[in-house]
């Protein structure tokens, strides 16, 4: 059901992100991964979840109103998404971006209605000029970073639809890169409060010598070629404070690789996906056969067409 001009009067909740596949995925003879396939999320990622649970939350609240103004700072996916859930909500939204954030992310902001800002300098300037304009034009800021409202969409959404699509329903190890940290925390909260002995691991992608620096994420520690995945900028994830997370470090040029790979098994998929699925192979491997490892495919292939991750692949 799609909702114009906002919640009906007296609706105390309407979350309209529909559940996604949970499929057991290997490659080249590799061991099984459970991945949630949140690329076929409505916008075409993940990001769906916490856009949503946080403008209704803002709805509920009364922050936010038909024609109130929405303010938030993305690479990418998570503009697009609250691009779409404005949209069907009556509410204006406002992306700020970085100047190296992909062509593709901008029409599809602008398609959904939303208007784009690019910024120059990295995700930190961006953050800093979206959150001066939200408060001196008094606008709704979605914070991502360090809204908690992002960890609980997971927690109370996605981590209980996996449990209920995977065989046993149980996990023993989630992984995931490190963006707003929202999705990895949420997941595992939601595996551990429903008693699943699970352990943590954040995929962290490094930069490989083959490819070079951009200002997407606006980190030397971190690759700037996996879009979504940055380094010192999320709350969520810098004050999460649980002895069963681990980090695991993987060359930004094998995530690639693994993109390209899934690409060819049928998935249409972003290169954060190549760096979860990785990540969750390594992890796979240490805890043995039979592990049940979930990973998330983020979001879709064709915000990346301008991509390096597409070299080759164009005309």
């Known amino acids: 059901m799609v909702v114009r001009g906002g919640l009906p009067e007296g609706a105390r909740y309407i979350h309209q992100v529909p559940a996604t596949p949970l499929v057991p995925v290997s490659l080249d003879g590799g061991p099984v991964i459970w991945c949630k396939l949140e690329f076929m999320n409505p916008s075409g990622s993940t990001k769906d979840r916490i856009a949503r649970h946080i403008l209704e939350k803002g709805w509920r609240s009364g922050r936010l109103q038909e024609g109130s103004t929405v303010v938030e700072a993305s690479s990418g996916s998570t503009s697009i998404a609250f691009a779409l859930a404005c949209s069907q909500m009556g509410l204006r939204f406002v992306a700020f971006i970085p100047e190296s954030a ?40 979605g914070r991502q970073f360090a809204n908690e409202d992002n960890t609980e969409a997971h927690r109370i959404f996605t981590g209980p639809e996996i449990l209920s699509q995977i065989p046993g329903g149980c996990v023993d190890a989630v992984v995931s890169g490190v963006g707003t940290g929202g999705t990895l925390r949420g997941l595992f909260e939601a595996f551990q409060s429903s008693g699943c002995k699970v352990r943590a691991y954040a995929a962290i992608p490094r930069e490989g010598v083959l490819f070079g620096s951009n200002l997407e994420c606006c980190s030397l520690r971190f690759s700037s070629d996996v879009p979504g995945v940055a380094e010192d900028i999320s709350e969520i994830y810098s004050g999460w404070k649980c002895s069963e997370l681990s980090e695991l470090e993987i060359e930004d040029t094998s995530c690639l690789k693994l993109t390209r790979k899934l690409w060819a098994k049928g998935f249409p998929v972003g290169p954060s996906s190549g760096l979860n699925f990785e990540a969750a192979v390594r992890v796979a491997r240490e805890l043995g056969e039979g592990s049940r490892v979930v990973t998330v495919f983020p979001d879709r292939m064709e915000r990346y067409f301008s991509h390096k991750v597409f070299d080759g692949y164009r005309a």
């Open 102 to 141: 992909t062509s593709e992310r901008e029409c599809i902001i602008k398609a959904y209605g939303g208007e784009v800002r690019r910024v120059s300098g990295t995700m930190v300037e961006v953050l800093k000029v979206a959150a001066a304009f939200a408060e001196e034009e008094g606008h709704f800021l």
